[in-house]
């Protein structure tokens, strides 16, 4: 039977067995977020550069918490508007840590928080250039995805529903559209809500999902990384063996022959 440490996936050469990303905000203290990394089986966490402390010793540091040499950290570019901000971030991130892997996202405006595509390919196509691996937020638009791929992103990741929305993926043929036709891993990224969210991601045969704030804002936040780790795994599960087919009417579960 495969399980999560025979089906590893692939993004920019790194193989990792878990299919979860988490994120480091919205936890009351760094410790909280430790406990539900622990407990989500993630092995990448994304850390917005102009968010949380990395690099200041003389304040509470998320690597007091969470050490980068046991997790992949994932810089990510949150808060930024414009591709020259989230490009300049991405560099002070580089030399803070050397990170080459990171999340590009640059946002429209700030009441959806939408991607601004026309900025986000820019981006994509200056941190390339500089060597870096850009995994990119994007619209749920098979367009943009092909684009960004074709521009060097190594993996895309097309909001299921507005980012902190909890709504849940509301458009799954786009994201069946864009998995179908990527050459790079395509992970659902903003609007997971719930662990039944995060399966029917992977039920659409998406290569992971990353999520913050369903975790984070849960009431037990650890009870709910490890509930996002199974349904994940599940989804995952579910894809691979195969769903049965849709039928308009019932078909009985017992074979008819023989009956008396």
């Known amino acids: 039977m495969t399980d999560s440490h025979t089906d590893p996936w692939t993004v920019a050469g790194q193989s990792f067995t878990s299919r979860l990303i988490v994120g480091t905000g919205k936890y009351k203290d760094f410790a909280e977020n430790a406990a539900a990394l622990k407990a989500s089986g993630a092995e990448i966490i994304t ?68 991607p601004d595509m026309r900025e986000t390919l820019k981006a994509t196509e200056t941190l390339v250039a500089e060597g870096f691996k850009p995994m990119v937020y994007c619209v749920d638009d098979p367009i943009a995805a092909k684009q960004l791929e074709e521009a060097g992103a190594v993996a895309i990741m097309p909001l299921g529903a507005p980012i902190g929305s909890g709504l849940g993926i509301q458009n799954r043929v786009t994201i069946r ?45 650890v009870r709910m990384a490890e509930a996002m780790k199974l349904a994940v795994e599940a989804g995952r599960h579910s894809y691979l063996a195969g769903r049965m087919g849709q039928r308009r009417y019932a078909d009985p579960s017992s074979p008819l022959a023989g009956l008396i």
């Open 177 to 221: 559209l864009i998995v179908e036709g990527a050459g790079v891993p395509v992970l659902v990224d903003a609007g997971v809500g719930t662990a039944s969210d995060a399966a029917i991601a992977m039920e659409l045969g998406c290569d992971g999902v990353l999520m913050n704030t369903a975790i984070a804002e849960a009431k037990e936040p």
């Open 47 to 114: 850390v917005a550069v102009r968010r949380v402390n990395i690099s200041d010793p003389s304040q509470p540091m998320l690597t007091d918490h969470i050490d980068p040499k046991e997790y992949t950290f994932l810089p990510n570019t949150a808060g930024c508007f414009t591709a020259d901000d989230a490009v300049r971030t991405l560099r002070l991130a580089r030399e803070a840590g050397g990170w080459n892997l990171v999340k590009l996202e640059v946002l429209g405006e700030a009441k959806t928080l939408y």
